[in-house]
């Protein structure tokens, strides 16, 4: 093709046109370059097709990701209204009449107010962006905006849940251990062996023990913060703007 065009502007110098060969350089100048922006264009086209794709497959991932990581949340806020609804079974029973309670009851919700459970969450995907500083892959505003503060929203509820568990361990836990019979499968026979001295559960003592912990459970529940909220809206919203790019 270049050697084409090359004869046609030699004939024309040839015959002496100069005026038709600078017409038909020109011209030729003009074709090249259209073609060379055709060819960006293509080139861009396909760059945009290739993000758009790669954009779509991150997306998928996301919006797997969160929805376990939902599942894990219903799971664990179960888990923590289960113990608070036990803590203030015990509490509605102050101050405990070891004569006239009722030890089946008890032992059970002693049981289930031991239950602890931490969210954490899959953070896979979220942890690569962020590593990668690949934010910029997501055309969305609200979505990347709300990705790029899921760390710090996770951070802030987590802290009440390390709380309340260290919190269990280093008190409560020990205690109970010390005045029952301990075991997450033994609720039953909590307050059967002779040699415990049930009158522990009278004490001013036990009873602050599980203020405390019914305190820190609905802390975790967000009776006075709305971490717990933040939480969930943000879980919700992260796999409603994945699945509306996804489908667009």
Do not use: C
């Not at 415990?196 to 203020?211: G, H, P, W």
Request: charged residues 30%; proline residues 1%; glycine residues 2%.
């Amino acid at each position: 093709m270049i050697k084409f065009f090359r004869k046609i502007r030699q004939n024309l110098l040839t015959e002496g046109k100069t005026t038709k060969y600078f017409k038909y350089a020109i011209g030729e100048i003009i074709l090249v370059v259209i073609g060379i922006l055709i060819a960006l264009q293509i080139n861009n086209w396909n760059e945009n097709r290739n993000a758009k794709n790669k954009e779509k497959l991150l997306l998928k991932e996301l919006n797997t990701e969160f929805k376990l990581n939902k599942i894990q949340f219903d799971s664990a806020q179960y888990y923590h209204n289960r113990a608070v609804k036990s803590a203030e079974y015990i509490i509605s029973k102050f101050p405990i009449d070891i004569k006239t309670i009722d030890f089946d009851s008890l032992g059970l919700h002693s049981h289930y107010m031991r239950w602890y459970y931490t969210f954490n969450p899959s953070e896979g995907i979220t942890n690569a962006l962020s590593s990668s500083s690949s934010y910029d892959l997501i055309s969305n505003n609200d979505l990347r905006k709300t990705l790029i503060s899921w760390s710090d929203i996770l951070k802030d509820y987590q802290e009440e849940e390390i709380l309340a568990v260290s919190n269990y361990k280093n008190h409560l836990k020990s205690y109970e251990k010390k005045h029952m019979v301990f075991g997450w499968n033994n609720y039953k026979n909590s307050f059967n062996d002779p040699r415990i001295d049930l009158s522990f559960l009278e004490t001013l003592e036990f009873e602050n023990y599980v203020r405390d912990r019914h305190f820190d459970l609905k802390e975790i529940l967000g009776s006075e913060t709305d971490e717990l909220d933040l939480v969930l809206e943000t879980i919700n919203q992260i796999i409603e703007l994945t699945e509306t790019e996804i489908d667009d």
